[in-house]
């Protein structure tokens, strides 16, 4: 592929950079600050909601900035670019590629993914597809997306719930489709990045674990607790000493 775009992002960290207004960290200023962070830990493109942080992290780095916005409506479950609206903001903002949901999960104001991918080809925006199993990869591709990326996986109630990053999706869609794969969801360690990467995924995007310090935090605070109730009877019995017998 010789689109400058995904010859930029080939075999490298996407650093999604997102906080929503009951995070700590919500604020356009605050994730251009993240996006910088990223840009100088090795990043090569970032991931962020919202076409104010859009904006906000294009004038802090030079990297391409993959948007989205999160909207709720009351009559849809999708909540990631759902419908043209989200798609005109982050054109306006001037996002090198749209990330949307893929899913054909009924979407809201009478919103199609057919139609809204439709819109995305006339407006020539490049697009990701955030899926959740590999049939939502194929139709994806096959209505004309640039790349998928499994997003999603995990977020519907049809996926598998697991911990970690679906490694097995991605393998099966790299098989499967003739255009990049990128792993995204559930990465909290380098080493599940690279076994992404060996499972034949484009690129990785990596959200929480880099940028929501709360999540992160939590993670460390409750395997010590964790170690500390473990470690509690052993304690016990250390303090307590050997039994008399009677
Ligand atoms: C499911 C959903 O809404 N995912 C969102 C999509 O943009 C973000 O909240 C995630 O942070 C992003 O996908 C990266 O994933 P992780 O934070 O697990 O590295």
């Known amino acids: 592929m010789s689109d ?7 075999a490298r960290l996407i650093v999604s950079c997102q906080a929503l207004e009951d995070e700590p960290l919500h604020g356009s200023d605050v994730m251009a600050k993240m996006a910088k962070a990223a840009e100088i830990g090795g990043a090569a493109a ?10 906000a992290i294009r004038q802090a780095v030079p990297l391409p900035v993959i948007g989205l916005v999160k909207r709720n409506y009351p009559d849809s479950e999708i909540y ?6 989200e798609v005109d903001e982050l054109i306006e903002a001037g ?14 104001s009478g919103e199609t993914l057919e139609s809204l991918i439709a819109y995305m080809h006339s407006r020539g925006v490049k697009m990701m597809a955030d899926i959740s199993t590999l049939e939502e990869s194929a139709y994806a591709a096959s209505l004309g997306v640039d790349c998928v990326s499994t997003t999603l996986s995990g977020y519907t109630p049809y996926s598998p719930q697991d911990p970690g990053p679906d490694l097995q999706l991605i393998r099966e869609a790299v098989r499967a489709l003739s255009i990049p794969v990128i792993a995204e969801g559930k990465i909290w360690d380098p ?11 484009y690129a990785v995007v990596v959200g929480s674990a880099i940028t929501r310090p709360q999540l992160i935090a939590e993670r460390y605070a409750s395997a010590i607790r ?18 008399a017998h009677s």
């Open 95 to 108: 996002a090198s590629m749209i990330a949307f949901d893929a899913t054909r999960r009924p979407r809201p």
């Open 226 to 243: 964790r170690a500390a109730k473990a470690a509690q009877p052993a304690e016990q019995a250390c303090n307590e000493g050997p039994r």
């Open 46 to 55: 970032i991931r962020a909601n919202g076409a104010d942080d859009v904006r």
């Open 80 to 85: 990631i670019t759902s419908t043209r609206r």
């Open 191 to 201: 080493s599940q990045a690279v076994q992404a990467l060996e499972a034949g995924a």
């Open 4 to 10: 400058p775009f995904f010859e930029q992002i080939r």
